[in-house]
Each structure stands twice: as structure tokens, then as C-alpha cells.
């Protein structure tokens, strides 16, 4: 009998290394051999195939893959007829969505996007960009870039829509937003036959749900401590606890030990106060998923 298998589509490119990162903060055991685009992974159900984010989710819709983790913009950069399963809020270097603006350079008279009639604007992101552009009543030659984008104006175009996290390549090639076409984030995709399947889709469910739960874990710590029972009130009080710490009490008698979860920044400034209203044996310790 034919075992089921879950086929997996990874970005390639620069979403590869916080994916497999993610991966294997979920729990998976996933290794990637020099020049090779097929990972090992430590789950006999699942097989993946490393693909340039541009094409994963056509090649999702196709039924080529299963399911497969790319961003927003790809999807709806290719109109690709796919099921969203989750979002996941992380991208090259940070939570921070990636947004598709508009930049000139910084001596270019354009201002606003009315500027941009008649203008010619290179961008990989050519069918999000027109559709903009029309929806702003703006006639303008939008052209495919193979790359080095930000090279281009305004020698070879007078303004390039480009994904940018925090706008700091921009700024080095001394180009300037002036509009924000879109946001986007990594999303899990399946595709819509396979997500009929009854087995495929719980085993999709379940690989989301694993890799939203690492990606909600992070950043987030437990803390635990042993505390005298009359400053409980107190203790409780200053611990931003995702819900009510956990009180348990102690073999000794007017102790208990308090346990919470809160993000790791908020502990550097409450450690103080804990050891001054009596807390001891306060020990901190990372948290791998977090299940909502």
C-alpha cells in the first residue's frame, strides 16, 4: 500500500535560511546538502523541493506541490488560485512585513504618484504595479527587472516599485519612497484539490499550526521562582503573564513556586523587584511553540 506523502514547496533565495530555521525551531530535523535543492527532513509523510518564491505558488495552484510557504505579493502577483492556510509574520530579516513601494531618486522632481504619468517604472512586480497604477488613473510603462533594481533610475527609468523591510537599501542608493503599493507577508498556501483530502489536510493543518506556534514562541520566555505565600498578590502583580500565572505550593510551608510566560525584553526589568519583594530561586527558560 502507497504511504501518503505531503509534498512541500521551501523559498529558495532569501527567505531559505529563517524558513529552515523556523522548521527546525517547530521541531523538524531538516538538512540542506551543498548545491542541493531537495532537504532531508525527519518526516517520512513529508517531501520538499526548495523553489524560488516567485514560483511557488503557480506551481501550488498546478497541483505540482501540496502546500508551500511564499509571500502575499507572489501570490497576488501571479493571481495564483491557491488556499491561504495561515500567515506567518516573518520575512528576510525580521517580523516586519515587506511593503512594495514606489522610489525615485532623491534629486528627481516626481513627488506623488501623479508625477509618475508617462514615466517609466522597472520592477519585478509588474502585474501588482499596473494594477495600481489604474486604479490611480496613471498612465505609465511599467517594465520587468531582471535585477539591481535600485541601480536602474534614473539612467535607464525614472522610478522602480521594490519590495524593501525597513527602507535602509534605499536610502543607500539614494532613492526616496513616495508611495506604498502593498504589503506583504509570508503566507502558507495549499492547493485546493489537496486540501480536500481528508489526510492532507490534517497533515497541512497540523505542519501550520507547528510552525505558527515557534513563530508566536519567539521572543517569549518562561520564568519560574519560589515566593513567600504573603507577597503572592504583590509578585503576580508585576508579571505580564499571557494569562494568569500558575501558583503551586510548596513541601515548605508558607512558599509557593510561580510560574509565567511574558517576552524575554519585559524580564531585564521586573528581575529587580521580584528578588526585592522576596522572590528566590528564579530561574528563566526559553519557550519553543506557544498553542493559542
Known amino acids: 500500500m502507497k504511504s501518503n506523502k505531503l509534498k512541500i514547496a521551501l523559498p529558495a533565495g532569501s527567505l531559505k535560511e529563517p524558513t529552515i530555521e523556523l522548521l527546525k525551531k517547530a521541531g523538524f530535523k531538516i538538512s540542506i546538502k551543498d548545491r542541493s535543492y531537495i532537504p532531508t527532513i525527519d518526516d517520512d509523510e513529508i517531501e520538499c523541493m526548495l523553489i524560488r518564491a516567485q514560483e511557488i505558488s503557480r506551481y501550488v495552484e498546478q497541483g505540482k506541490f501540496d502546500v508551500g510557504i511564499t509571500g502575499k505579493d507572489w501570490i497576488e502577483e501571479n493571481d495564483s488560485k491557491v488556499k491561504e492556510i495561515t500567515e506567518l509574520k516573518y520575512s528576510k530579516k525580521s517580523t516586519v512585513p515587506m511593503s512594495l513601494v514606489l522610489a525615485v531618486p532623491e534629486s528627481s522632481k516626481i513627488k506623488t504618484i501623479k508625477d509618475l504619468e508617462g514615466k517609466t517604472i522597472a520592477t519585478e512586480l509588474v502585474n501588482i504595479t499596473k494594477k495600481f497604477l489604474k486604479k490611480n488613473n496613471i498612465n505609465a510603462k511599467v517594465e520587468f527587472s531582471w535585477g539591481a533594481t535600485e541601480s536602474k533610475p534614473p539612467y535607464l527609468v525614472d522610478a522602480i516599485a521594490e519590495l524593501s523591510e525597513s527602507g535602509a537599501s534605499l536610502r543607500a542608493n539614494n532613492l526616496r519612497i513616495i508611495e506604498t503599493i502593498f504589503q506583504s507577508t509570508t503566507r502558507i498556501i495549499a492547493n485546493e484539490s489537496s486540501y480536500k483530502d481528508d489526510w492532507k489536510r490534517q497533515k497541512t493543518d497540523m505542519f501550520a499550526l507547528l510552525l505558527k506556534s515557534a513563530l508566536d514562541a519567539e521572543g517569549i520566555v518562561g520564568l519560574k521562582m519560589n515566593v513567600p505565600k504573603e507577597k503572592i498578590k504583590q509578585i503576580i502583580e508585576c508579571l505580564p ?40 530561586g528564579i530561574v528563566e527558560y526559553p519557550i519553543n511553540k506557544i498553542i493559542y
Open 241 to 280: 503573564a499571557l494569562r494568569k500565572p500558575t501558583v503551586s505550593k510548596l513541601t515548605e510551608n508558607n512558599w509557593c513556586s510561580v510560574e509565567s510566560v511574558l517576552p524575554e525584553v519585559e524580564v531585564k526589568n521586573i528581575i529587580s523587584k521580584l528578588i526585592k519583594l522576596g522572590a528566590e
